[in-house]
Nanobody, 121 residues
Framework: QVQVVESGGGLVQAGGSLRLSCVAS????????MEWYRQAPGKQRELVAR???????NYADSVKGRFTISRDNAKNTVYLQMNSLKPEDTAVYYC???????????????WGQGTQVTVSS
């Protein structure tokens, strides 16, 4: 029904920046929350940032002031601008979206496949 594809990961030195993108496509009638999660080796997946349909944002304490989440509703896209990256930001980053699907009732969540971010010291 819906496809979610992330891009923009890579290898960067500490203090550098990366911008992640996540595009949703398919039978989308509307998108509610759009979120970025990350999972480091041996750790649980954690919420990094969320942007609501109204534009309200929330961030994990560990990334406040360094990361910025934004969305482009016309493009069904959410971004994560990551500045002042630290080695502890190294993880696989996943996009999660909550959508309404054409001709179906209710809300549905979809995850992307993940994109690797590696920050070297």
């Amino acid at each position: 029904q819906v496809q979610v594809v992330e891009s923009g990961g890579g290898l960067v030195q500490a203090g550098g920046s990366l911008r992640l993108s996540c595009v949703a496509s398919g039978r989308i009638a509307g998108i509610n929350d759009m979120e970025w999660y990350r999972q480091a080796p041996g750790k649980q997946r954690e919420l990094v940032a969320r942007v609501s349909s109204g534009g309200s944002t929330n961030y994990a304490d560990s990334v406040k002031g360094r990361f910025t989440i934004s969305r482009d509703n016309a493009k069904n896209t959410v971004y994560l601008q990551m500045n002042s990256l630290k080695p502890e930001d190294t993880a696989v980053y996943y996009c999660r979206i909550v959508v309404e699907i054409t001709s179906l009732v209710g809300q549905y969540q979809y995850w992307g496949q993940g994109t690797q971010v590696t920050v070297s010291s």
